[in-house]
């Protein structure tokens, strides 16, 4: 099962890549950044479903409708969260949306714990993007803000969230063209979106990343979806929770059923 989308950039000059998540048949989150930047705009974003290969492969669909945060500022990097719109795709066993986090993960720093990230971006900071660039995965530990302050300072907020690549193997990580891309739990056997990623700091050399709470961009999905205002967040976030499993309901409803023997 794939909760990957892979997003080729295209710009006036040139192309980059990015991560992003599948919410629902129709959408998915990303950075902000990569679609603005601050000094260059895209144009263009070829979504990539259920492949290993960013550049080739899967179910590829062309898109421009990026909703970016209304307060997205590249100068600190806060509110780096956008929803992307596309024409509807078709869940298969490889193509799925991932679940928002509720409950009791709302309030979870999961400091200490362990998660998923995964992305198209290159194996080490002395490298380039390739042709064949492919998915990969790797564990992290969720470190704590103050411990994230003395590597990126003002950059690091109440909705951002830390991890370490340190390990016996050697540093692991997020590199350059995984922003945008899932960090993931598991939670009562579903992967659960805690984070998105925002930036790093040298794959190799720092071993520390940032990511995006996944409860803080909640708020802007679910004004995305609904113009209802809500005063207490955790309200918000389950309106969207319930709007999310919604549209997941009846997109998988829309599904032919497979029997037994298609398989």
Same mark, same amino acid.
């Given at each position: 099962?794939?909760?990957?989308?892979?997003?080729?950039?295209?710009?006036?000059?040139?192309?980059?890549?990015?991560?992003?998540?599948?919410?629902?048949?129709?959408?998915?989150?990303?950075?902000?950044?990569?679609?603005?930047?601050?000094?260059?705009?895209? =144009? *263009? !974003?070829?979504?990539? $479903?259920?492949?290993?290969?960013? +550049?080739?492969? %899967?179910?590829?669909?062309?898109? &421009?409708?990026?909703?970016?945060?209304?307060?997205?500022?590249?100068?600190?990097?806060?509110?780096?969260?956008?929803?992307?719109?596309?024409?509807?795709?078709?869940?298969?066993?490889?193509?799925?949306?991932?679940?928002?986090?509720?409950? =009791? *993960? !709302?309030?979870?720093? $999961?400091?200490?714990?362990?998660? +998923?990230?995964? %992305?198209?971006?290159?194996?080490? &900071?002395?490298?380039?993007?390739?042709?064949?660039?492919?998915?990969?995965?790797?564990?992290?530990?969720?470190?704590?803000?103050?411990?994230?302050?003395?590597?990126?300072?003002?950059?690091?907020?109440?909705?951002?969230?830390?991890?370490?690549?340190?390990?016996?193997?050697?540093?692991?990580?997020?590199?350059?063209?995984?922003? %945008?891309?899932?960090?993931?739990?598991?939670?009562?056997?579903?992967?659960?979106?805690?984070?998105?990623?925002?930036?790093?700091?040298?794959?190799?050399?720092?071993?520390?990343?940032?990511?995006?709470?996944?409860?803080?961009?909640?708020?802007?999905?679910?004004?995305?979806?609904?113009?209802?205002?809500?005063?207490?967040?955790?309200?918000?976030?389950?309106?969207?929770?319930?709007?999310?499993?919604?549209?997941?309901?009846?997109?998988?409803?829309?599904?032919?059923?497979?029997?037994?023997?298609?398989?």
């Amino acid at each position: 099962m794939c909760l990957q989308v892979g997003m080729v950039v295209w710009m006036d000059f040139g192309q980059s890549v990015c991560g992003s998540t599948l919410l629902t048949d129709t959408r998915a989150i990303t950075a902000a950044h990569c679609w603005y930047d601050g000094w260059r705009w895209a =144009r *263009l !974003l070829t979504m990539v $479903f259920g492949s290993e290969y960013v +550049f080739t492969g %899967g179910v590829r669909v062309d898109t &421009d409708q990026v909703d970016m945060h209304e307060d997205w500022t590249p100068s600190t990097l806060r509110n780096d969260v956008a929803i992307v719109s596309f024409p509807r795709i078709e869940f298969t066993d490889v193509i799925q949306p991932i679940a928002l986090p509720s409950g =009791r *993960l !709302l309030n979870n720093d $999961f400091t200490g714990n362990l998660a +998923f990230a995964s %992305g198209y971006g290159i194996l080490s &900071d002395s490298m380039g993007l390739s042709p064949n660039q492919v998915q990969s995965h790797v564990e992290l530990e969720v470190i704590s803000n103050d411990i994230c302050r003395f590597r990126f300072g003002e950059f690091i907020f109440d909705s951002t969230i830390c991890t370490s690549g340190v390990s016996v193997n050697g540093n692991v990580g997020i590199c350059s063209s995984d922003s %945008g891309g899932p960090l993931s739990t598991v939670e009562d056997g579903k992967r659960v979106l805690v984070f998105h990623t925002a930036f790093k700091k040298g794959l190799m050399l720092i071993p520390g990343q940032a990511f995006t709470y996944a409860s803080a961009p909640c708020q802007h999905i679910r004004l995305t979806f609904s113009k209802i205002a809500y005063e207490d967040m955790n309200t918000a976030v389950r309106h969207l929770a319930d709007i999310i499993r919604n549209e997941q309901r009846r997109a998988l409803e829309k599904q032919p059923q497979r029997l037994a023997t298609d398989r």
